[in-house]
């Protein structure tokens, strides 16, 4: 069964920078499209980026974070990762790594939270 592991949240100052990863099983991660989505508190999933499955054409940001976040993996270590720099406290949120782009199927999310 699939099974999405995330890690890397914290408490970071604004400005400040994360990086979060999650560790992929029980799929055929090599030829999977993989996303990150959050949940702050009361609010609904929040789409942040999708890479392909060869990290090339195809990878994208939502507007909120692009040029802040970046989305990298390795496919050989089933890992997808999520590097965030320049926080704002509007990023506080549950981050969760997905197999799509609605945050269905998901891990039990890593909590980050900027103050």
């Known amino acids: 069964h699939v099974q999405l592991v995330e890690s890397g949240g914290g408490l970071v100052q604004p400005g400040g920078s994360l990086r979060l990863s999650c560790a992929a099983s029980g799929f055929t991660f090599g030829i999977s499209w993989m996303s990150w989505v959050r949940q702050a508190p009361g609010k609904d999933f929040e789409w942040i980026s999708t890479?392909?499955?060869?990290?090339?054409?195809?990878?994208r940001y939502a507007d909120s974070v692009k040029g802040r976040f970046t989305i990298s993996r390795d496919n050989a270590k089933h890992t997808v990762d999520l590097h965030l720099s320049s926080l704002k406290t509007e990023d506080t949120a549950m981050y969760y790594c997905s197999t799509d782009r609605s945050g269905n199927v998901r891990g039990q999310g890593t909590q980050v939270t900027v103050s």
């Open positions: 890479i392909s499955p060869t990290s090339g054409p195809g990878t």
